[in-house]
């Protein structure tokens, strides 16, 4: 890890405006979106040539969940219906809705 982003983390956990998670950390805020478009293109990469790539896919994946409002509830909904046939209500619409997962 470069020393400028120690640097930049341990700013980001001290003093009067400690952040309660790092990635509301004005700092690290700018890093993310001035590389997040190369990781996605490293991941992609990787998963292409099979080439494991754990962290940082396990990393996308955690940023991803963490901004996107409905990616947990849609998952649960879906988990929930293959194995129990709950049933889901799509975005716009009242109705509950079942798919057959298995064809």
Not at 9 to 28: M, T, V, Y
Not at 40 to 50: E, G, P
Not at 52 to 74: I, K, Q, V
Not at 93 to 100: A, N
Request: aromatic share 6%; with cysteine.
């Amino acid at each position: 890890i470069r020393m400028n982003l120690l640097d930049d983390l341990e700013k980001s956990f001290r003093g009067d405006h400690a952040e309660k998670h790092l990635l509301q950390a004005p700092r690290i805020k700018l890093i993310l979106e001035d590389t997040l478009h190369d990781l996605r293109t490293v991941v992609r990469s990787c998963v292409d040539c099979s080439v494991p790539c754990r962290s940082l896919t396990n990393s996308l994946a955690y940023f991803d969940t963490l901004t996107d409002m409905r990616t947990g509830t849609n998952l649960t909904a879906a988990m929930r219906d293959i194995f129990g046939g709950h049933g889901y209500r799509r975005t716009g619409s009242s109705d509950l809705s079942h798919t057959d997962w298995t064809s």
